[in-house]
């Protein structure tokens, strides 16, 4: 067992205003912290002038994940990933189903925590014989001075580095972490504003830069839509997310429609499980906005979770849950030979 140890680390992105006012550079609420407060995150502290990283390598999970669970339907495929996490997040959203992870922090203002040096993290993935490190459950971004360290050593030894991200970043992060980042997996919870106030304490508009930017960068882009009924369901909804992927990140990026679970969100218990039908609708709107690759999510056995060739429509992966099977030759259609957009390596 890894003992405790309270340990912190100056924040790597931040400017002082003045002898007391620090502006924490690292996601885009760019938050005002005077001495003895924290951010938003509620794990970034200023300490007598300076920003402070309190969750530094101070682990809330550690798990081997199949790459399908984050989800990546287009990396590495058919692969496990050590999966990790620390404590806080930069959005409340009422839909978690991490929020003793994301949130509670924010409440006790602990955090418990085992502490892990970035180097066991590497050699917890080569011991695995892992060929990805996923920064997940929580928000990455906020463990961004944790993960720095991790993802160059990662990236010394041949070991991928994926984050899955509600995208909230700051221009500054992102030009930070992008030179060790592989691939993406952001949450593009909705198309509107209002909700992104309203039930994460967020703004739309900066996950839609961070987006075009991760796409400028040229780095594998995955998108995750949470189908939350009366929230976000709409038609018009799907038709504007499909129509933003399409334009501004390219028709082979995946576009994952995911079912909403009551009983697994933080504050959403009184609505209802996101029918199948709703599902359908969105993959089909995805579809006809051009987008090659549309999936399902949270519905094990639809064959809205298989991947088939854009070109001939034949089935070129089988999933089942997070299990696969591939009938694909080295990332190509085994019929017409159609590049299906797979990333190996």
């Not at 002082?16 to 407060?37: D, V």
């Not at 594998?220 to 997310?241: C, G, H, Q, V, Y």
């Amino acid at each position: 067992m890894i003992k405790y140890i309270n340990t912190m680390k100056e924040a790597h992105l931040y400017v002082k205003l003045n002898s007391r006012t620090i502006k924490c550079q690292n996601c885009s609420h760019y938050c005002l912290i005077e001495p003895g407060k924290r951010g938003i995150c509620g794990v970034r502290e200023n300490q007598k002038g300076k920003l402070y990283s309190l969750n530094y390598a101070k682990l809330a999970a550690c798990n081997i994940d199949p790459i399908e669970k984050k989800p990546f339907f287009h990396f590495l495929p058919g692969t496990n990933s050590l999966s990790i996490a620390e404590a806080g997040c930069n959005m409340r959203c009422f839909n978690c189903q991490n929020w003793d992870l994301s949130q509670e922090v924010k409440e006790t203002k602990r955090i418990p925590r085992d502490y892990v040096k970035p180097e066991k993290i590497i050699e917890l993935a080569l011991k695995n014989n892992l060929p990805s490190i996923s920064y997940t459950y929580t928000e990455p971004a906020i463990s961004s001075d944790y993960a720095m360290p991790i993802m160059k050593l990662a990236k010394k030894k041949g070991i991928k580095n994926v984050w899955v991200s509600n995208g909230f970043w700051s221009r500054e992060l992102l030009d930070w972490i992008s030179p060790y980042l592989d691939a993406v997996n952001i949450d593009l919870k909705s198309f509107s504003d209002e909700f992104y106030v309203k039930n994460c304490g967020a703004k739309l508009q900066p996950v839609l830069d961070t987006l075009k930017r991760l796409k400028k960068k040229n780095i594998w882009i995955e998108i995750t839509t949470l189908a939350i009924p009366r929230l976000s369901d709409s038609k018009e909804m799907f038709k504007n997310i499909a129509g933003f992927i399409k334009e501004e990140l390219g028709e082979e990026t995946p576009w994952h429609i995911s079912q909403f679970s009551a009983s697994m969100s933080w504050q959403m218990q009184s609505l209802p499980e996101t029918p199948v039908s709703t599902l359908k609708i969105a993959c089909q709107i995805g579809k006809e906005a051009g987008l090659k690759y549309v999936y399902t999510g949270n519905v094990a056995g639809l064959p809205t979770e298989d991947t088939f060739c854009p070109e001939c429509n034949s089935l070129e992966i089988d999933r089942t849950g997070y299990s696969i099977c591939r009938h694909d030759k080295k990332g190509k259609c085994h019929k017409c030979g159609k590049d299906l957009n797979l990333i190996f390596k």
